[in-house]
């Protein structure tokens, strides 16, 4: 079977990076396997295509993500290539200081065109990633964050980030900038019904708490309501309820296993909900997501492949790119996403999960672990990265 994997490649040096350490977890499923051939392709995209060819999302890169199986897309920029050529590699990079916010041209448009131009509305950030050993060293309190079994599907193409928008003009008078949040009938019961599968793809399957601003936004009052129909008509077995994302967002760190199950939001409050989900394994560097257009069907025998986007939950990172220190585990997460969704690969996918898993409670590193400094550790991103890969040698 060939599998062909698309990079996206932001020409940064990936060697010290952390997905240099996902494209070597690929790599090992593929080498240990008969059937499994991955051909990865790298491709310019974000803040090194702004440099190369002036826009973020060149139309080279976006045909070869239209005709890739999946796209695995890393978050780091900063160090060029200098001569190392890579014949497969996967990184990309959205955003950092030397394309700020008040650029002329910028990363996370092209972000934002990809996800669209490939109807990817559906954006699954499991934070339930728990091992028992990071909770001590975690922000909360381990009793807190114990048993939490979190998983965010957000909406991805709709809401402000895609409304029409006007920026403040050059005019001195003009003092006003404005972002719509626009929600439509259809749009609310696809996503619904993502979260729907994922819910139940756990056995038991997972409560569904639909998070919104029904109290003031009349978009979150039609999410409100077509979120309640679909499940009503569509998942009568599923147990649905509705909070508004400023308590929900309180109880995330006060008590987040009222919220286990699928957390179901739009797009803005799941980008926000989502990086805060991450302090209860205890770091941003940790999730996972994948982006999808349509509902995932596994686990189930009855597999349908659809192609998607991996990537981790966080950006760039500036202040400690480029350090070899970043926490690799969400990217390394994300490509066991993309085993999983976009190629049916559910052993292969749960034996990386169990290869982060036991490196984190490495009992070699004193009881402790090997943790990046993100969790308190010494660990440097590419000696996690060969703990992994080693131990996932042995689980394939
Ligand atoms: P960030 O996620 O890059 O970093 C926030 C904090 O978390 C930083 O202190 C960083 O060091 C830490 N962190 C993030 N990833 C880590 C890892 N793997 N290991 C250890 N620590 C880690 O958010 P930011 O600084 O607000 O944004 C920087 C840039 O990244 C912005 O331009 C933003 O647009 C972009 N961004 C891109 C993506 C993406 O590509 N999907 C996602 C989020 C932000
Ligand atoms: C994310 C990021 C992006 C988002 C940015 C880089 C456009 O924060 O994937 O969470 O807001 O969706
Ligand atoms: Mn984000």
């Given at each position: 079977?060939?599998?062909?994997?698309?990079?996206?490649?932001?020409?940064?040096?990936?060697?010290?990076?952390?997905?240099?350490?996902?494209?070597?977890?690929?790599?090992?499923?593929?080498?240990?396997?008969?059937?499994?051939?991955?051909?990865?392709?790298?491709?310019?995209?974000?803040?090194?295509?702004?440099?190369?060819?002036?826009?973020p999302?060149?139309?080279?890169?976006?045909?070869?993500?239209?005709?890739?199986?999946?796209?695995?897309?890393?978050?780091?920029?900063?160090?060029?290539?200098?001569s190392?050529?890579?014949?497969?590699?996967?990184?990309?990079?959205?955003?950092?200081?030397?394309?700020?916010?008040?650029?002329?041209v910028?990363?996370?448009?092209?972000?934002?065109?990809?996800?669209?131009?490939?109807?990817?509305?559906?954006?699954?950030?499991?934070?339930?990633?728990?091992?028992?050993?990071?909770?001590?060293?975690?922000?909360?309190?381990?009793?807190?964050?114990?048993?939490?079994?979190?998983?965010?599907?957000?909406?991805l193409?709709?809401?402000?980030?895609?409304?029409?928008?006007?920026?403040?003009?050059?005019?001195?008078?003009?003092?006003?900038?404005?972002?719509?949040?626009?929600?439509?009938?259809p749009?609310?019961?696809?996503?619904?019904?993502?979260?729907?599968?994922?819910?139940?793809?756990?056995?038991?399957?997972?409560d569904?708490?639909?998070?919104?601003?029904?109290?003031?936004?009349?978009?979150?009052?039609?999410w409100?309501?077509?979120?309640?129909e679909?499940?009503?008509?569509?998942?009568?077995?599923l147990?649905?309820d509705?909070?508004l994302?400023?308590?929900?967002?309180?109880?995330?760190?006060?008590?987040?296993?009222?919220?286990?199950?699928?957390?179901l939001?739009?797009?803005?409050?799941?980008?926000?909900?989502?990086?805060?989900?991450?302090?209860?394994?205890?770091?941003?560097?940790?999730?996972?997501?994948?982006?999808?257009?349509?509902?995932?069907?596994?686990p189930?025998?009855?597999?349908?492949?659809?192609?998607?986007?991996?990537?981790?939950?966080?950006?760039?990172?500036?202040?400690?790119?480029?350090?070899?220190?970043?926490?690799?585990?969400?990217?390394?997460?994300?490509?066991?996403?993309?085993?999983?969704?976009?190629?049916?690969?559910?052993?292969?996918?749960?034996?990386?999960?169990a290869?982060?898993?036991?490196?984190?409670?490495?009992?070699?590193?004193g009881?402790?672990?090997?943790?990046?400094?993100?969790?308190?550790?010494k660990?440097?991103?590419?000696?996690?990265?060969?703990?992994?890969?080693?131990?996932?040698?042995?689980?394939?």
């Amino acid at each position: 079977r060939l599998a062909q994997y698309l990079a996206l490649t932001d020409h940064s040096r990936a060697g010290p990076e952390v997905v240099d350490q996902a494209v070597r977890v690929l790599e090992t499923v593929s080498a240990a396997s008969k059937d499994i051939k991955l051909n990865l392709e790298s491709h310019i995209f974000g803040g090194c295509a702004i440099d190369e060819v002036g826009e973020p999302l060149p139309e080279k890169t976006l045909q070869a993500c239209k005709e890739a199986d999946a796209i695995l897309m890393g978050a780091f920029h900063n160090i060029r290539f200098g001569s190392s050529i890579y014949t497969a590699l996967l990184v990309g990079s959205i955003g950092g200081p030397k394309w700020g916010v008040h650029a002329k041209v910028r990363p996370e448009p092209g972000l934002l065109k990809l996800r669209k131009e490939l109807g990817l509305y559906a954006n699954i950030r499991p934070a339930n990633f728990a091992s028992d050993a990071l909770l001590a060293h975690a922000p909360l309190k381990p009793h807190v964050c114990q048993g939490v079994n979190l998983i965010v599907v957000r909406e991805l193409i709709g809401g402000l980030y895609f409304g029409t928008r006007k920026e403040q003009g050059v005019a001195p008078d003009e003092d006003t900038a404005w972002d719509t949040m626009i929600y439509s009938v259809p749009e609310v019961q696809r996503i619904t019904r993502v979260a729907a599968q994922v819910a139940l793809s756990a056995d038991p399957p997972l409560d569904i708490h639909s998070i919104d601003k029904a109290n003031v936004l009349a978009s979150s009052r039609l999410w409100r309501k077509v979120v309640t129909e679909t499940i009503e008509k569509e998942y009568p077995q599923l147990k649905l309820d509705h909070q508004l994302v400023d308590s929900a967002a309180m109880i995330m760190v006060q008590n987040p296993k009222k919220l286990n199950g699928v957390i179901l939001t739009e797009n803005l409050f799941g980008d926000i909900l989502s990086d805060q989900s991450s302090i209860i394994p205890g770091s941003l560097g940790l999730l996972p997501s994948a982006s999808l257009a349509a509902p995932p069907s596994v686990p189930s025998p009855d597999f349908k492949p659809i192609s998607g986007l991996y990537e981790p939950i966080h950006g760039s990172a500036p202040d400690i790119a480029g350090q070899g220190i970043a926490n690799p585990i969400g990217t390394i997460l994300s490509a066991a996403m993309l085993l999983r969704y976009s190629l049916g690969l559910e052993k292969e996918a749960s034996a990386v999960e169990a290869a982060v898993r036991k490196a984190l409670d490495d009992p070699q590193a004193g009881g402790l672990g090997l943790r990046t400094a993100d969790l308190g550790g010494k660990t440097s991103t590419k000696e996690l990265g060969d703990k992994i890969v080693e131990t996932l040698k042995g689980l394939l």
